[in-house]
């Protein structure tokens, strides 16, 4: 079964955290334990932000990420641009999350749905929707190709909730607080390189 996500996971010292998504589906289809559990691991967070944007619970979420993820192992095969992953991904998601909440409001007829249900109608996700996926993805991607510090660093400040103070994220480092700042300066500014290089804006 496929875990609910936590909100930067990596897999830290993995080279094939940094494999296109063509050599990951390449590896999949050669039997590949290990690019299948990278394939998830990169898009794991992108499924589950999907139904989450729209207003899915969490435990719900992760029912749809477990099916989009059985769906793409039975359909790698016939993907006909393995490039096009993400973009698969996204519709697939959209579509399992629509038929979730239309089956959700025939258990609760009476209950008046968010404008936004209308953009799901035939399963098709709104372009500002998929562009702000999208960049998510970027940012996890990019995340993903710094180093082992600058990545559990971003991750510690950035994606913990509720957030931690200095003094924690230094303990768990193994740094000193007073250093903290200047790494994460130079950690963001090899981010926004890389971000850059991708055509983020």
Not at 37 to 48: E, G, P, R, S, W
Not at 90 to 106: A, D, E, G, L, P
Not at 116 to 133: M, N
Request: hydrophobic content about 35%; proline content about 4%.
């Amino acid at each position: 079964m496929t875990e609910k996500p936590a909100a930067g996971e990596s897999s830290a010292g993995d080279p094939t955290i940094t494999w296109s998504d063509e050599r990951l589906v390449q590896g999949c289809l050669d039997g590949s334990e290990r690019a299948w559990t990278a394939l998830v691991d990169k898009y794991k967070n992108l499924i589950f932000s999907i139904p989450i944007k729209y207003g899915v619970s969490r435990d719900d979420a992760a029912d749809i990420l477990q099916s989009v993820c059985l769906e793409l192992l039975s359909e790698l095969s016939n993907l006909k641009k393995p490039g096009a992953v993400r973009s698969w991904l996204i519709t697939v998601t959209v579509r399992k999350t629509f038929r979730w909440k239309r089956k959700m409001r025939r258990r609760l007829e009476n209950e008046r749905f968010e404008e936004d249900q209308e953009s799901l109608a035939e399963g098709v996700a709104p372009r500002d929707f998929v562009e702000e996926v999208e960049r998510g993805q970027m940012v996890r991607d990019a995340v993903a190709r710094l180093s082992p510090r600058c990545r559990e660093l971003i991750r510690l400040l950035f994606y913990e909730q509720p957030p931690i103070p200095y003094s924690e994220v230094a303990q768990r480092l193994s740094l000193a607080q007073g250093s903290i700042g200047f790494i994460r300066g130079r950690c963001l500014h090899r981010l926004t390189k890389l971000l850059q290089d991708v055509g983020y804006d």
